[in-house]
Nanobody, 123 residues
Framework: VQLQAYGGGLVQPGGSLRLSCAAS????????VGWFRQAPGKEREFVAA????????TYAEAVEGRFIISRDNAKSTVYLQMNSVKPEDTAVYFC?????????????????WGQGTLVTVSS
């Protein structure tokens, strides 16, 4: 599976933005996909993950209740809907995939990464 993340940009605090992660590969539906982010000077951190069945998405505490991860296996795309964004959400966002159904929160479990897309939250 190869991944391409897009949809980043400048958004005002309290606003919304939707990121997309487009995948290529015939077995996309068997992969768990996660979103991670990395702010300047900080380590990469987990944001959200969704298994192939999309039954139980997992969220970081910092974004739970504000962000929604979803997937459309027919389109081989995973989305991250970012609502009520805050300046601290500013980061480069990456999507990554791992084979199997467990929505792990550690980046160490993810084997394929897309290029990042920059999200800037500022007025």
């Amino acid at each position: 599976v190869q991944l391409q993340a897009y949809g980043g940009g400048l958004v005002q605090p309290g606003g919304s933005l939707r990121l997309s992660c487009a995948a290529s590969g015939r077995t996309f539906s068997r992969y768990t996909v996660g979103w991670f982010r990395q702010a300047p000077g900080k380590e990469r951190e987990f944001v959200a993950a969704i298994s192939w069945s999309a039954v139980t998405p997992t969220y970081a505490e910092a974004v739970e209740g504000r962000f929604i991860i979803s997937r459309d296996n027919a389109k081989s795309t995973v989305y991250l809907q970012m609502n009520s964004v805050k300046p601290e959400d500013t980061a480069v966002y990456f999507c990554a995939s791992k084979y199997g159904a467990s929505p792990d929160t550690s980046h160490l479990f993810y084997t394929t990464w897309g290029q990042g897309t920059l999200v800037t939250v500022s007025s």
